[in-house]
């Protein structure tokens, strides 16, 4: 997730055991929200729904600044320079919070009222790119992945998550009330957020090149 392969694998040496512990931090903290839910509201329909939504939204506090720290830093300069450098364990800690938030996916489905075939398509897309970060974050694979590779990661791949975060929270259920859908607007601005830093320091760069 950083800016060339060598700061690339420069940080996953350097970086390894900040990885992992964000990674337990991410893990742990997921877990316990999701049990808190299911204790609270039931391991049913409405309970697991309930936990979806809450561990996809503590899910994406772990994505956003890993999404928008190298534009952040970019854009604005060395303040935020420590946000970048934690970028890849950010994400490796979204990914172990996704890990729970798949496992309530599977839950719900074997208890009989899976997503339709679109979601799983959708978002089941999403996970494969979160797999393939995550894998690529390994030194053995990372120093396999060309330049190409890693843009395509870097871009093609989180922007797509981000994508996913937007089809979620740009379309709440209907038939709620207005303080539910007033829930989703903090969200809503954190994802157009995101989209105008990556483009405002695509257009600096590019200013910069010229």
Do not use: C
């Amino acid at each position: 997730m950083a800016a060339t392969q060598p700061a690339v694998l420069t940080t996953l040496t350097t970086h390894r055991p900040q990885a992992w512990g964000w990674m337990a931090i991410a893990l742990i903290s997921t877990l316990a929200l999701a049990a808190a839910v299911l204790f609270r509201f039931g391991a049913g329909r409405d309970g697991t729904e309930l936990a979806l939504k809450m561990t996809a939204r503590l899910a994406f506090a772990f994505f956003w600044p890993a999404f928008v720290g190298g534009a952040t830093a970019r854009l604005f300069g060395a303040a935020f320079d420590p946000v970048a450098r934690r970028a890849r364990v950010l994400g490796l800690a979204f990914a172990a919070a996704l890990a729970v938030h798949l496992t309530l996916v599977a839950w719900i489905s074997w208890i009989g009222d899976a997503p339709g075939l679109r979601t799983f398509l959708i978002f089941g897309v999403g996970a494969g790119w979160t797999t393939l970060l995550a894998l690529a974050s390994f030194k053995a694979l990372g120093a396999q992945i060309s330049p190409l590779g890693w843009w395509v990661l870097r871009n093609v791949g989180m922007s797509y998550l981000l994508f996913d975060f937007a089809l979620d929270f740009f379309k709440p259920p209907p038939m709620h009330s207005l303080l539910v859908k007033v829930e989703y607007v903090p969200f809503q601005l954190l994802v157009a957020m995101a989209v105008a830093l990556r483009l405002g320091a695509w257009v600096k760069d590019r200013r910069q090149a010229s």
